[in-house]
């Protein structure tokens, strides 16, 4: 979906990868970051961090499969 006054999606995606694999891309982020947050009045740098608590009970406990509520079967066989 690359517009057409630009370069080729090919090229685009080559030069995506080379800057991936040389740290290029992670500086570009972090760099802009760093702007971004100066910009809106904050510091460079985060001073905390914020974890939902939901995703930190349930993963220590095998996630979906413990919360999961065994349902026994309505079906009565007769025999």
Known sequence: MVPN???TWGTAYDY???WCRDG???KINEALRKKTRLASGRQEEPSAVCIDSQ???TTSKGGS???MVIRKSKVVKDI
Do not use: A, I, Q
């Open 5 to 7: 006054d630009l370069v």
């Open 16 to 18: 995506f990868r080379k």
């Open 24 to 26: 290029t891309w992670e």
């Open 55 to 57: 995703s930190c009970k």
């Open 65 to 67: 499969v413990d919360m």
